[in-house]
């Protein structure tokens, strides 16, 4: 009988992998600038990442389900030395994305564009200086809880290529996601929050630019949280 389940348990963190059929700049900039701004993972990994990039940054920060590209195109721009790894598997949202670098750059930022597992398991050891996990798919109901990033695994993932004092941060809108990752958090020994008053985790992070995601969860009342996280 043939496996009805996926080949990798990580293909269940992610829904669909497309929307409407690509055109114009948005494909032709697909086409032409991911090979060279993707990141080869059938290389063997580099002892030092900094080598990705041009400009060999001192920090390294990975944002995993980019979404619009919103957050990771606003913090790339205002920080030109250090270097951005995003990930998307949704082709629509990494063709949007390229398409806004495409010719006035900024020339910090390198892409993944499956599941950010295979990135994760591929990295070297403490090697990221922060992940930022923002506004993820919540998968509210209660059979689909498994396929949360937030989980056990994942954060191991994050504990190894997070060097000591690294910051993870958490964003999100659903309450139930929220708890969840807090909850998981204070089981995991390589984790700390940080928030030492209520402004830490209601008032958005430093230079938070918005996301389209947070624009529609306030619209419809919904309040996020802003959780960070410190790699003890």
Not at 18 to 30: D, F, S, V
Not at 100 to 115: E, K, Q, V, Y
Not at 175 to 191: C, E, K, Q
Request: proline share 9%; aromatic share 10%.
């Amino acid at each position: 009988m043939a496996d009805d389940h996926p080949s990798r348990a990580t293909e269940a963190f992610f829904g669909r992998r497309r929307g409407k059929p690509l055109r114009g700049r948005q494909a032709e900039a697909l086409e032409r600038l991911l090979p060279e701004l993707k990141i080869d993972l059938q290389r063997p990994p580099p002892a030092d990442p900094a080598t990705l990039f041009p400009h060999r940054p001192e920090t390294i920060i990975v944002e995993i389900g980019f979404g619009g590209g919103e957050h990771l195109l606003a913090h790339a721009q205002r920080r030109r030395t250090a270097g951005f790894i995003g990930v998307e598997p949704f082709v629509n949202s990494m063709a949007k994305l390229v398409a806004a670098i495409d010719g006035t750059g900024p020339h910090n930022i390198r892409l993944h564009d499956d599941d950010a597992t295979q990135l994760l398991d591929w990295l070297p050891d403490a090697c990221v200086d922060g992940i930022d996990l923002l506004y993820p798919d919540p998968w509210p109901k209660k059979k689909h809880f498994k396929r949360r990033f937030v989980n056990p695994v994942n954060l191991d993932r994050f504990a190894r290529v997070m060097k000591p004092g690294a910051i993870f941060r958490f964003a999100s809108d659903i309450d139930s996601y929220v708890n969840w990752t807090l909850r998981h958090i204070d089981r995991h020994a390589d984790f700390a929050w940080t928030a030492r008053r209520a402004a830490d985790w209601r008032e958005p992070y430093p230079h938070w630019p918005g996301t389209r995601y947070e624009q529609k969860a306030l619209r419809e009342g919904r309040a996020p949280a802003y959780l960070t996280f410190e790699r003890r």
